[in-house]
């Protein structure tokens, strides 16, 4: 939307990120940060924000730019990755509000920040996960200096010589394998406590065991020591376990940037008449509160004083705005168009009608909890075979010679209990799952990486593996396959199209924001005065002007025959025009029905838009199954049965009415336009004006799911082969040493594989 | 062959060297914003106004 909308008089004040990679903030609201203000003892006040919308370095200079030019700032700095700007000042030297007020006119949505919220973004897990990585790492090059030496010349190199190379080998190997492997060694020990074993549980034994048995070894002058191997498997598994836990921060990142939004505040009028900002949650039923136009409604209440209009496309689907006056009850949620009003609130938040969606999301979450990645499922195949393997190995090296000779049999060759655990840890140490941990996450990392490129956010690795499996797409109409917002269809002359534009550019509702879309930039009127439900009236070269329904632009002209959104615009004594809208569809809406349907998936609409409404998008885009004024509930049961069915849907929906549909369904999408519910729950956010990137997401899943599925089946071959060999005895540390790069290798490379995957368009 | 005895512990001193610089940086917070900073290198120094106070 064009922010010279909004600010008349301003039009020079650029909106957004300049590099247009994002779309330009909803007008400033009337939040008060001020309690989210934190004063340290030296009078420096902080205030944490979270930015939306900057991309570029153009924002950065923009908004860090904008707040060191308000006096008393003493520094500002914007963290783009993670969206938080941290301002600092002298206390009393400004008011809070001007900091936010600042973000909101350079066309970026600022939300304060909870200072103990902040607290908790600091990634700590992420950091211990890098430190051992970096040990790691340190420790797998700097031993193979004393490796490679005693792999290529161990029948040159004399007895003391390989010996001292195996001590310095410990020395690096020994203290950097205990602190690099605290990650698996605390989460195998809290797992055994509980009397359960996970994947950590057999590595970290491998890890120990290799350790105690190299050292034995390099005491007593042995041949083979395997402190290359141990680091190199730390190192490579290590790699896996980063990639995915920087998978899954960021869908908590998304998960708590919603949680910081959702502390809304609201202006309450005290009983003398005072006006405060108190945050929603401390509203009581029976409140009166001062709702500002272009403001949120915090809680569910009736209107005590005024006549507005109401935006409540993200309650209902409903893209026309709905007239209230004193005694209508509107629900949080809503947007106030038109006029300021005062209301009563009528439930507190938590049982607000947003609340009660909330819970919906909640149960829809419970059951996706359900689900078991596909990783875990070989992690469930993979320890109890591992470790009976190994098991195996000992006893029979260990009691099968003895167990022979008795029987009868000669010749069997006798290692002693020594090469019964060595045989025994070698199996361990080999199929120690390097590949498998690599296997997920990295084709998960470049599934992501390359959707990103593409404009599609993807929220968690497991998000594409349920992608993948989709065979149902449930679509909803307004904001999803349409572009949500009313687009001017009458064809006018210039002359009529400006004046029109400015007498538009003095109001919010949605048919003058597309009457300016479609006008550009220019002058706002002189004298507006709106009428709500109505029109609005001016002056326009001092010509009186009206632009509104029918009846009170052009009470004479004739009734039309379509029922499309229309506006009527009279100046002067010319004859009024009449202005039509559409609800525009997504530019390429029926290609992409049409390739959904291609890829065999059933595609069906689900709107709580009226049916007139819903019918003609669905003969438009050639959907066959669709259903209109569903309410929130309706749109879960629907998915319900799809499940019960069996079916494996995925929701696309952009508005709050969708958000608790988007949580029970398989698998969820967003358009970058959603409300912030709504992105949150999703598994998938997709920008831009087209829907294509959702194909591409499918496509990109199914070809990752695929890629994962090889690299578990290359892993399990890797096993098969590797394992006999290890019991038999013949692995050597440089086998486990190439046979460990090596199959980390192929997996990794298997899943570079999709990055030249060729995009649908 | 002596000679073996000054190299692997200077050799590995500096590998422990590169260990501590990125232990170092990393709780110099250099890994926070990587995406700011990739950005910020584009921006020049006299474009932001400074401070007031």
Known sequence: ????????????????????????????????????????????????????????????????????????????????????????????????????????????????????????????????????????????????????PVWTGDQDMGGSTRTMMHWWSAIVAVPSALYAGQP?????????????????????????????????????????????????????????????????????????????????TAVRISEDGVARAVAAKALRAGDAIALAAGDRVPVDSVILDGVSEFDCAMLTGETLPVSMRVGDTVHAGAINLTRPLTLRVVSPVESSLVAQLARLIEIGEQGRARFVRIADKAVALYVPAVHSLAAATFLSWAFGPQLLRTLGVTGTAEIGLHGAVMNAVA???????CALGLAVPAVQVVATGRLFKRGVLVKSGDALERLAQVDTVVLDKTGTLTLGKPRLATNLDRDTL????????????????????????????????EVPGEGITGEIDAIPARLGRRAFAAPDAPESADNAAELWF??????????????????????VVDALRRRGLTVELLSGDRASAVEEAALETGVTAWKAQTRPADKVAHLETLRAAGRKVLMVGDGLNDAAALAAAHASASPGTAVDASQAVADIVFTGARLAPLVDAIDTARAAQKRVTENLAFSALYNIIAVPIAALGYVTPLIAALAMAGSSLVV???ALRLQAMRPWT | MDIIAFLIPAAVALGATGLAAFLWSLRANQYDDLQGAAHRILLNDDDLPPPTA
């Open chain 1, 1 to 148: 939307m064009d922010a010279t909308a909004l600010k008349p008089g301003a039009e020079t004040l650029a909106g957004g990120c300049p590099s247009g990679l994002s779309v330009v903030a909803e007008p400033a609201s009337s939040v008060d940060p001020s309690a989210f203000v934190h004063t340290d003892d030296r009078g420096v006040d902080t205030l944490e924000l979270l930015v939306q919308g900057a991309r570029c370095a153009s924002c950065i200079r923009k908004i860090e730019g904008g707040m060191l030019a308000i006096p008393g700032v003493r520094d500002a700095r914007l963290n783009l990755s993670t969206g938080r700007l941290r301002v600092t000042w002298t206390s009393g030297s400004l008011h809070s509000r001007a900091i936010a007020d600042a973000v909101s006119n350079a066309g970026y949505a600022a939300t304060a920040f909870d200072p103990a919220e902040s607290q908790k973004q600091i990634d700590g897990e992420g950091r211990r996960l890098l430190r051992a990585l970096a040990v790691a790492a340190f420790a797998s090059m700097n031993v193979m200096m004393f490796s490679v």
């Open chain 1, 184 to 264: 698996f060694f605390r989460s195998a020990f809290a797992v055994l406590r509980r009397g359960r074993a996970n994947m950590d549980v057999p590595i970290s034994l491998a890890v120990l065991l290799t350790l105690a048995m190299s050292l034995f070894e390099t005491a007593t002058g042995g041949h083979h020591a395997y402190f290359d191997g141990v680091c190199m498997l730390l190192f490579l598994l290590l790699i896996g376990r980063y990639l995915d836990h920087q998978l899954r921060e960021k869908a908590r990142t998304a998960a708590r940037d919603l949680l910081a939004m959702q502390t809304t």
């Open chain 1, 427 to 433: 199996v361990l140490i080999i199929t120690c799952p």
């Open chain 1, 498 to 529: 400006t004046a029109a534009a400015a007498l538009a550019r003095c109001s919010r509702h949605p048919l003058s924001r597309a009457l300016v879309d479609a006008a550009g930039s220019g002058k706002p009127a002189l004298m507006p005065h």
């Open chain 1, 570 to 591: 009279a100046w002067g004594h010319a004859a009024p025009v009449r202005m039509s809208f559409v609800d525009e569809l997504r530019p390429d809406a029926r290609s």
């Open chain 1, 748 to 750: 990794t490379l298997n």
